[in-house]
């Protein structure tokens, strides 16, 4: 199976896979930058180089990078909207130059405008990053809780940005556990997976489907309420999430957990090895 964490980059992205094959990992997920700032620094020279030869050289699997959080491509407001739009070219383009297979973003708030204008404000802006640069990384819609104004929390939004999409042949999907669960998806329990599931493949389809966040979830279902617990800790547990990584759909994708991580050990890690092991 492919497991990975996101992990830190301090000291650079090379370092990355480094942290995440101590830790028990055959892949992992980083930032390219500063994940709460609009400006980040460059990439040292030969980063990129330096980050596939250390993936090479530990067999690392996957490589995925998450966009920063301050981008909102659904924003009305025009000024936000650009500074977006600009923020995940950047973080495409990085995601490019370090041999990155995915990109993964949450689509964004509309605030007041609407589903429809809000979908067609993301698609607008990927179609101009994916035209301006012809890297081979992927980017990865990931699904969200669904407070507020958000897109993306069900399959049917997200089906409806990647319509918008030119280039369908480098767009795809990222499943959060915890996300999908405090959106209404029942994970815990098998005939909820399996309804989960169906209308993934009917919505969205399973070719799509490039790579899950598997995170427990502290809050209830259809909460709305994102917060990420420790596997087994949390509302989707043990069981529930015993049954997602050894679900047939599922088990040839990337697992790529987000939760806090532990000094030396990685619990989490070592917790889904074993449960994929059943």
Not at 94 to 108: K, M, N, Q, S, T
Not at 134 to 155: C, R
Request: charged share 25%; glycine share 10%; with cysteine.
């Amino acid at each position: 199976m492919i497991i990975g964490k996101h992990v830190s980059i301090a000291g650079g992205i090379a370092q990355a896979p480094g942290r995440a094959k101590a830790i028990g990992c055959n892949a992992l997920q980083v930032f390219a930058r500063n994940p709460r700032s609009w400006q980040g620094r460059k990439l040292p020279t030969g980063e990129g180089e330096r980050v596939k030869a250390a993936m090479e050289k530990l067999g690392m699997e996957v490589l995925a990078v998450h966009a920063i959080y301050l981008i909102n491509l659904a924003s009305p407001d025009d000024k936000l909207w650009e500074k977006s739009r600009q923020a995940i070219a950047e973080d495409y383009r990085r995601a490019g130059e370090i041999g990155a297979d995915f990109l993964v973003v949450h689509p964004g708030s509309h605030h007041g405008s609407g589903l429809k204008e809000g979908v067609l404000r993301i698609g607008h802006a990927l179609n101009g990053v994916l035209e301006s640069n012809k890297n081979e990384t992927k980017i990865l819609l990931e699904n969200v809780a669904g407070a507020g104004t958000a897109l993306g929390s069900n399959f049917t939004q997200i089906h409806d940005i990647i319509k918008e999409i030119a280039e369908k042949d480098r767009i795809g999907f990222c499943l959060d556990t915890c996300h999908a669960f405090v959106a209404g998806y029942d994970l815990s329990t098998n005939q909820g997976l399996e309804q989960t599931l169906r209308e993934l493949e009917r919505e969205i389809g399973f070719d799509y489907l490039k790579m899950l966040h598997i995170n427990d979830s502290r809050y209830a279902l259809a909460s709305r309420k994102d917060r990420h617990a420790h596997l087994g800790k949390g509302q989707i547990g043990q069981d529930g999430l015993a049954r997602i990584v050894n679900h047939p759909d599922l088990r040839h994708l990337p697992f790529i957990l987000e939760t806090a991580s532990f000094q030396g050990r990685d619990q989490d890690v070592e917790l889904i090895i074993s449960l994929s092991n059943h």
